[in-house]
DNA sequence: TTTTTATTTATGAACGACCATTCATTAAAA
DNA sequence: TTTTAATGAATGGTCGTTCATAAATAAAAA
């Protein structure tokens, strides 16, 4: 029986609230008094499993960020693979990722990063680049097939890329339009934009 | 001579330099003795022309939301514009806004909110409404002219503004693409994204 | 114009609150 | 017995804000 450590249980604890907490309310405006808190125990015991606050925050975003990764990863060399699909795997993962599991979610991504040490900050930028890097190789092997029209790639990956972000501020779980509904719009939106006129498969 | 009034020089050296460092450095990371050394005075001082730091965030998210919506209220009901030309506007303006003068730009405006009172975030809630409203009446009127083939018009307008206003995050005034370029790459994009298969007017 | 009065602008010091973090110590588990 | 998990108390720091007061400016009266 692999039962898991208690330490390593204590580490998802404290992971788990802050995640929450921190999305809800902001870093600087979580207090590690709110952690402990919601974890059950005392400040000070926070520091038997984390060295400091920021530790926190970087394992957080960059678990995240390797969540999102880790799928798509083999898009960027698998010539196999058609670019359209390509598109949808990783505008359906980032969207299923981000509005999955979270409520009302806030950017603690893009301001998070402020609050790491450039050691740190340069990690997850590292995890950024590999993102950009497998959708626009996605988008030259569309553009070379023939089948995206785009002039402006990186443009094209920065923008499709932004919309699906950025619906964590607008989305609601409870609203007109499942996680399933947003895939398929920004997909057929993404496609179009790209210059492809005919849908591929009718699916 | 109309001299400006020595109490509102104060307040908009105040409301200018706090815009920037909360831009920069966000709202709860910036402290007043922040604001009244680039100020160049005690923090006491800042209480004779603000209540309190909330209300200068309000003003600034405010004063910013006004300049983005004034120059397009006109578009919401105004029958004789172009509903192509209507979102062109839409999207220059609000990228000349968001890209034109600040830099190192942050989330202040998503993130912000939570830091205001229930009655200020209402206000400024408002301005997003009236936003939405006025691209939805765009869209509505580019649909039922059959210029827009879009299915969801609200999902629509929801990606076209996420493009736009996270373009904050990855813009670099030094990079490849100037302001207008990714104003014109954004345009294009979008309509072809509606389903606008012939740009109206080749410029 | 000068003098007096009122108003605005600016200050230093202090307040209470909360912050992240440390540490010696105890309780629990291995 | 040794290691791990948890605690209470304390530290030094920063925060937003208040307040009595001083300096600067404007207005009114002489």
New binding site residues.
Partial sequence: MPQE???KI?QKLILSKSSTLFWEKGYAE?????IANECG?????I???FE???SILFEILFQEMEDILTPIRNLAEDESIDPRDGLKQVIANHLRMTLGEKRNAKLLFDSGLNNLSPKNRKKIIKQRDEYDRICLSIMSRGKKAGIFKCENERLAVYCIASMIARSRIWYTPDGRNSVDDIIEFMYEFSLKGLGVVKTGAKK
């Fill in positions: 450590k208690e330490s204590q979580t207090s590690m008094r709110d125990f005392r400040p000070a015991n520091y038997n499993f400091n606050k920021e």
